[in-house]
């Protein structure tokens, strides 16, 4: 039988305020290239970055507010060299705006209490699962394995990741 006190305590303990942080607090917080990356709208390296290759289950968050962005459920191999996602979590936390950067036009996709810069989004993604690749910088992210969700506090979000899903290799 459930305990409704002890239930809406863990509820309560899940819950994260997220916040936009200072520049200047994120510039001791973040790696130079992580601040590179979200605060100057950087490129990391392809395929030389922390989660192309990430596999497991769990939940990638802005590295900036830390607020749940993309789920592993979403995320595929599309052969780009930075990990790559068929949608975010909801479209309410991400922003997209047009970049006219490098002599072309790009959709830029930010997190939009973050305001931190993420990546592209590319309409060459699966088709059975939408058509887009949110083609995503592993600096401007932190993962969190399934395993840890609710220690870390992301406890209310493990509904969106699928710990038996396997991971999807496309190419584009």
């Given at each position: ?125 699966p088709e059975e699962d939408g058509g ?14 399934y395993t840890k969700l609710v220690e ?17 290799r496309y190419s584009h």
């Amino acid at each position: 039988m459930n305990n409704p006190e002890k239930d809406s305590t863990n509820q309560n303990q899940n819950k994260q305020a997220f916040q936009k942080a200072d520049p200047a607090q994120l510039k001791g917080k973040l790696t130079d290239l992580q601040y590179k990356v979200t605060m100057e709208a950087a490129t990391e390296a392809p395929f030389a970055n922390e989660y192309n290759d990430t596999e497991e289950p769990g939940l990638y968050v802005d590295i900036t507010t830390g607020e749940p962005l993309f789920s592993s459920d979403k995320k595929f191999d599309s052969g780009c060299g930075w990990p790559s996602f068929t949608a975010a979590l909801s479209e309410e936390l991400i922003e997209e705006k047009v970049d006219l950067s490098h002599g072309r036009r790009r959709t830029e996709v930010r997190s939009k209490l973050g305001d931190a810069h993420l990546g592209h989004v590319f309409a060459d993604g699966p088709e059975e699962d939408g058509g887009l690749r949110y083609c995503i910088n592993s600096a401007a992210l932190r993962f969190i394995p399934y395993t840890k969700l609710v220690e870390e506090g992301y406890g209310e979000w493990q509904d969106q990741v699928d710990p038996k899903k396997r991971y999807k290799r496309y190419s584009h």
